[in-house]
């Protein structure tokens, strides 16, 4: 003990000596301190905040706080030994006092950042709404944690109040708008992006413009991730999606239909009034008999004559729009609780275009594509039953047969 108290005697005695002393005791204070959080701190993050896990589990949540706080516990109490180390140089005190505010907010803005991920994360694993994002949210959470810890800093390092250091914060706004005017255009559209639930992770959007057409991985605040089908990646400013146009399919899927809007064409000189031949003919086909019998009103084949077809204005291709409406209400893979129609549009230079408009039950793009597929691949085959022809341009098959009939 008494050669403990010369020690200290003698090292009060030499202010060199004391100051160094003084500078490595907090210095040996702080390492002490980060090593014991670094050991300990994590069974009491688990028992304060992950106290349903069994304590035999590693959770990689516990590591990411307790490194957290393992850097800036030992400042705090540094900062609190340095109230007791009354020999200190006034100089050397607002040295340490400021590095220790300085690496204090620092380290706790690293820490609240680590908080706000662990939120994020552990959101999109628990949460009910899968398809909902918040880590746009949480990028605007951890700006607003940067710019409140800079305030702080410099108001720290110029030994000014806060308040000051944000009034004159007006003098150069104006530089920070134009500075920061995507981040703020990308922090608006987020914001009515997310609020007002216009796309979610796992929407299907397309944007034609831009040679896009895929699923939302990832909203976040600059930019928007699709996985396109051909599986390759698109990154869209979130800021496009309030000044361009896009599509998003999802509102289709959760309707339960999806629509098929296709045309055919014929060819207009293939169009005729309807013969009592034709009726004969068409009468032997098992899906015909109700719509024939509603454009007769009943009456028999036999009786009706080809002079009464003409004044009633029936023609085949009245006979193939009934019968083709008729075919699609029968079909099971058609919503009947939507359109169902087949209509004639305005004539073309390739023909006249005849629309098939229904809504399939099956929202899946294999179904969908199956049950389009045997609608048309019918009707194709179907059209010879009522004289009509489909239009096309001449191929090389009519040219031969061509030079065949003049030789």
Request: proline letters at 3%; glycine letters at 4%; a neutral charge.
């Amino acid at each position: 003990m008494t050669f403990l108290h010369d020690t200290l005697h003698f090292i009060q005695q030499n202010p060199l000596l004391a100051i160094s002393f003084n500078i490595v005791l907090l210095v040996a204070a702080g390492l002490i301190a980060h090593l014991l959080c670094k050991f300990f701190i994590v069974k009491v993050v688990r028992k304060l905040f992950f106290s349903s896990h069994k304590n035999s589990v590693p959770l990689d949540k516990d590591v990411r706080i307790s490194e957290k706080l393992s850097n800036f516990l030992p400042v705090i109490i540094v900062y609190y030994l340095l109230q007791f180390m009354t020999d200190l140089p006034q100089h050397i005190v607002i040295a340490i006092t400021t590095v220790c505010g300085i690496l204090f907010f620092i380290y706790l803005s690293l820490f609240l950042n680590e908080l706000l991920e662990i939120i994020n994360n552990s959101y999109a694993k628990k949460t009910r709404r899968k398809n909902h994002s918040i880590k746009g949210y949480i990028q605007i959470g951890k700006i607003g944690v940067h710019i409140v810890s800079a305030i702080m800093i410099v108001a720290i390092m110029s030994n000014k109040s806060p308040v000051i250091i944000i009034s004159s914060l007006g003098a150069v706004a104006a530089v920070l708008m134009l500075v920061f005017q995507h981040t703020l255009l990308s922090l608006v559209a987020n914001i009515q992006v997310s609020s007002n639930d216009v796309l979610q992770l796992g929407d299907w959007i397309e944007m034609p413009d831009n040679g896009i057409s895929g699923e939302v991985i990832d909203i976040a605040l600059h930019t928007i991730t699709v996985r396109n089908w051909d599986n390759t990646l698109s990154r869209i400013p979130t800021k496009n999606f309030l000044t361009e146009t896009y599509t998003n399919w999802q509102s289709m899927f959760s309707s339960g239909a999806r629509r098929i809007m296709r045309s055919f064409y014929l060819d207009q000189q293939s169009i005729c009034f309807a013969t009592q031949e034709m009726l004969q003919s068409l009468s032997e086909l098992k899906l015909a008999s109700e719509p024939l019998s509603a454009l007769l009103d009943g009456r028999d084949i036999s009786v009706v004559s080809d002079r009464w077809l003409a004044d009633e204005g029936i023609t085949n291709l009245t006979i193939m729009r009934k019968y083709l409406t008729h075919y699609l209400r029968q079909r099971a893979d058609i919503h009947q609780d939507m359109y169902v129609v087949v209509r004639a549009l305005k004539p073309a230079p390739d023909g006249l275009p005849i629309e098939i408009y229904c809504f399939s039950t099956s929202t899946a793009w294999i179904d969908y594509e199956n049950t389009q597929g045997e609608i048309f691949e019918y009707i194709y085959a179907i059209l010879g039953h009522f004289s009509l022809r489909i239009y096309q341009h001449p191929a090389g098959w009519d040219m031969a047969q061509i030079g065949t009939v003049r030789r």
